[in-house]
């Protein structure tokens, strides 16, 4: 036979074949996953814990006077005791119905003046002295005034929000307007798009983000001033609830009221934060 053939006493060896990574090798296993999205949920909660905890323990160990400042979880109870009632959603309902009037009223004012300002030098010229003027003047110093002309009833304090609201808002606007890359307008001039389409479809969506922060601001300052104003003259509201508690000695009542506060203001802006994120999808 011919010596090239092998003899039967050769092994004959089997070709390697590459195996297939397993689950555990071509990623991260399903219990790293978990204890990441664990972690980043938690991680931005870290430092509410912890200034929950110093409140509760804090007057606890005499490091101040737990009559002025009681625990946390007195003040829970009393958050508890005053929704239960329906006492609590009476105030938030007043504050929040006056907070978004005006607030609404803003936006509709405030958008379009400051488009009209940013993209037509002639109404900025006409404008900007007024602007200047007043946006320089704290809304709480009119306070007086709009009670004077409006009365102490709702008007005079939604028209307080309303101007505190407006000036957030439009200069925002006018600098979202102004500061487009002029290379996204030159781009779409030269396809032939015409001034109202151009503004629609790149000068405001490119503006929205910076818009949207006005907005945002604008939403804060609504509760604040409202807040204000509740406590100089109002029968309900939750700066009324804040007042009152503080006279009648009320402390955890009054505590209760200002954590009723943050979480509207969180609630508003995390409402506020979804609307943007669906307005400026385009945005990586």
Not at 85 to 113: D, K, N, Q
């Amino acid at each position: 036979m011919s010596s090239a053939l092998a003899s039967p006493e050769t092994p004959i060896v089997a070709p390697e074949t590459t195996s297939a990574p397993t689950v555990s090798e071509s990623g991260p296993g399903l219990g790293s996953r978990i204890a990441a999205t664990v972690v980043r949920v938690l991680k931005p909660s870290l430092a509410i814990i912890a200034l929950l905890a110093i409140w509760e323990l804090a007057p606890r160990f005499g490091l101040v006077d737990e009559v002025f400042l009681p625990p946390f979880s007195t003040v829970f109870g009393a958050f508890v005791d005053l929704a239960q009632s329906g006492e609590l959603w009476e105030h938030v309902s007043a504050s929040l119905s006056r907070a978004l009037t005006g607030f609404s009223v803003a936006v509709v004012i405030a958008i379009p003046l400051g488009i009209a300002i940013a993209w037509y030098r002639p109404v900025a010229e006409f404008l900007n002295p007024v602007l200047e003027l007043f946006r320089n003047t704290a809304a709480l110093a009119l306070l007086p005034v709009f009670v004077l002309i409006l009365g102490i009833g709702e008007e005079s304090k939604v028209a307080l929000v309303i101007y505190a609201c407006t000036f957030p808002i439009l200069l925002n606007t006018i600098s979202g307007v102004r500061t487009v890359d002029p290379l996204l307008i030159k781009s779409a001039s030269s396809l032939g798009l015409p001034p109202i389409r151009l503004f629609q479809k790149v000068v405001l969506p490119a503006a929205v983000p910076t818009i949207f922060t006005g907005i945002r601001m604008a939403a804060a300052s609504s509760i604040l001033v409202l807040i204000a104003a509740e406590m100089v003259g109002a029968k309900a509201g939750l700066g009324y609830l804040i007042t009152s508690s503080q006279l009648n000695f009320q402390i955890p009542n009054m505590y209760a009221g200002i954590v009723a506060i943050a979480l509207l203001g969180l609630f508003l802006n995390a409402v506020l934060v979804l609307v943007e994120r669906r307005l400026s999808r385009w945005r990586a």
